[in-house]
């Protein structure tokens, strides 16, 4: 036994030495928890307590009596008991008391897989405040004995029109444990995206530049997801570490919600996200027309004496030379309207907000020396009297421009309805690697898919596809082994295939576009107009069907939040191949493309 541990104790040495950020980004570590002592720290940390439960496939049990420190590491029972007269599949996790913003997230961990039933995960989301939920950033998802796990961003934040935002990114990649069964995970937070990295190496990249939250970090192991192997239980999940460090991002805002666009008409006016209220019930509000910068602000008033006033903290940040800045109006003759920073490691700044009906803008530099600070806007008064807010910035100058770099709006009409691999190419091998798009894209009486598209070989492939095995609704793009292509409408059982010759060649890059028009349906080979076929009966409206790229197989399905693997599917064959190639530039638009 003894050997035992001094072996696993130099194996985790060697991991933790080379165990780094990206080298020569100018990374900071702030945040380690390495799991000393005989306790979990519960001032940086809470238990993971509740029921997890639906989609007819999950039933698990978070309790804190499954989760312990000892050994120097979180250990995370996993176990098939008797709880009050009841079996119940239980497990555990912890929940982080801090948030995080921008950055590099680390995790060394060694998931059960040794029996089915168990979802072990390093992730992202929410925070020690309720209105927090922006986004989910999944470093990794694991179901036990699947050897794929997912590289997920979810994005709360609505489009305008639109009832659910269809996930931005949601990539399944093969994976390896070390020889004992340790798993080094990371991502990068950037105002970019994000970038994945399994044991050094960067396996995906979600782009997606309007990121902007700081947000609570999971380490959790889900017991009773699908079909329990109680027989390999108990048995635990253990973390080792987690890791967080910062950078600074020069003229790029690091304060969420500055702006006030979050909410938009999906969620409470009187409550931002990402701020919260204190005093007078409704005497907060975001409100849209009028906004110094796009198409919300906040005001504060009411139609009686008010006290109101919001507040959001930024911890672990980097220290140094920051500017705050933000645009403001005001009534005038309020008892105070203010906007205040603190707990930066210095002297309150509170800067009084002046009577004008037009914008006027408050600036002052805050050295932050404490790595966190606190901003908060307030206002009180009487009846009929208001301050507005917007634009509100936290950001590190740029050298010798007193600039900033601008989020993009959330939505554009010209934009499409999802987008991968805009930077650089994604590369497909034909191993179980795939990419999950959601059910409200390519949906409606017209469609498009534009595509940069280069097959590493001439084959039976299916690129891209949203198609169900029943019904009258769906749509894939097919590649034949002859060089031609299929624009198929409908589902597996019952469709229209559109069919275009001499299409693409191996190795040789082509740039597609196939519309379905209201029963019309067109193939583009660049900006030449290959085939047209109308008269077709089937749709591309069906619901069900979740979107892939890179495998034709159905040996995983998109339950819910999380990937389930599925028995007795269609695999890989010699008729029909995983897509061995790359793919760029792959947009989809609910409307038609060409004009």
């Not at 798993?183 to 782009?207: H, M, Q, R, S, W």
């Not at 931002?272 to 602000?297: D, F, H, R, S």
């Amino acid at each position: 036994m003894r050997f035992l541990l001094s072996a696993l104790s130099c194996f985790i040495l060697i991991n933790i030495s080379i165990a780094q950020p990206p080298i020569g980004k100018g990374y900071e570590l702030l945040f380690d928890e390495s799991f000393k002592g005989g306790k979990l720290n519960e001032n940086d940390w809470r238990y993971r307590i509740d029921r997890r439960t639906g989609f007819g496939y999950m039933d698990g049990l978070n309790r804190k009596e499954n989760v312990m420190v000892k050994d120097g590491a979180l250990h995370m029972v996993l176990n098939h008991e008797m709880i009050d007269g009841k079996w119940e599949n239980t497990g555990g996790g912890v929940i982080s008391k801090h948030n995080f913003g921008y950055g590099y997230y680390e995790c060394l961990s060694k998931p059960f897989m040794e029996g089915h039933g168990v979802h072990t995960s390093f992730w992202q989301r929410g925070a020690k405040n309720p209105n927090n939920d922006i986004f989910e950033i999944d470093s990794y998802e694991i179901d036990s004995k699947t050897w794929v796990a997912t590289n997920n961003l979810y994005f709360d934040l609505p489009y305008k029109g639109l009832d659910r935002r269809p996930w931005p990114h949601r990539a399944q990649v093969p994976f390896s444990l070390d020889k004992d069964g340790w798993f080094l995970d990371a991502y990068e937070f950037t105002p970019e995206g994000v970038i994945f990295y399994d044991n050094g190496k960067i396996v995906a990249k979600a782009e997606w530049d309007q990121l902007n939250a700081h947000q609570a970090v999971w380490l959790t192991a889900l017991n009773g997801v699908g079909k329990v192997d109680s027989t390999k239980q108990p048995a635990e999940s253990v973390f080792k570490y987690y890791r967080y460090y910062a950078k600074d991002y020069p003229g790029i805002t690091i304060l969420p919600n500055g702006n006030f666009e979050y909410n938009q008409a999906k969620y409470n006016p009187q409550k931002p996200l990402c701020w919260n209220n204190e005093g007078t019930n409704g005497a907060i509000q975001v409100i849209e027309g009028g906004a110094y910068l796009e198409n919300y602000k906040l005001r504060i008033g009411a139609l009686a004496p008010f006290k109101a006033s919001i507040k959001q903290q930024l911890e672990f940040i980097r220290n140094g030379e920051y500017q705050f800045s933000a645009m403001v109006r005001s009534s005038g003759g309020q008892d105070e309207a203010f906007v205040k920073i603190s707990e930066y490691g210095g002297k309150d700044l509170i800067l009084k907000v002046p009577a004008s009906e037009k914008w006027m803008k408050l600036v002052v530099p805050v050295k932050v020396s404490n790595h966190q600070v606190t901003i908060s806007i307030g206002s009180q008064g009487s009846m009929g009297q208001w301050m507005e807010v917007d634009d509100v910035l936290f950001y590190k100058p740029l050298a010798d421009v007193n600039e900033i770099v601008r989020a993009k709006p959330f939505a554009t009409p010209a934009a499409p309805i999802w987008k991968l691999a805009e930077s650089e190419p994604i590369e497909f091998i034909g191993d179980q690697k795939f990419y999950f798009f959601d059910r409200n894209v390519g949906f409606g009486d017209s469609i498009a898919v534009s595509v940069d598209l280069v097959a590493n070989e001439l084959a039976n492939m299916t690129p891209i596809a949203r198609i169900p095995k029943k019904g009258n609704s769906g749509w894939s793009i097919q590649l034949k082994k002859d060089g031609g292509l299929v624009f198929r409408i409908g589902s597996i059982e019952n469709h229209t295939d559109i069919i275009a010759n001499n299409i693409y060649q191996a190795g040789q890059k082509i740039q597609l576009i196939c519309e379905f028009i209201n029963g019309t349906a067109f193939i583009y080979k660049g900006k030449d107009l290959v085939k047209k076929q109308s008269g077709i009966t089937q749709n591309t409206k069906d619901a069900t069907a979740a979107g892939r790229v890179g495998t034709v197989g159905r040996d995983f399905e998109a339950v819910g939040d999380v990937v389930m693997q599925v028995g007795n599917t269609d695999k890989e064959s010699q008729q029909l191949k995983n897509f061995r190639g790359s793919i760029q530039y792959l947009k989809i638009y609910n409307r038609k493309l060409i004009q």
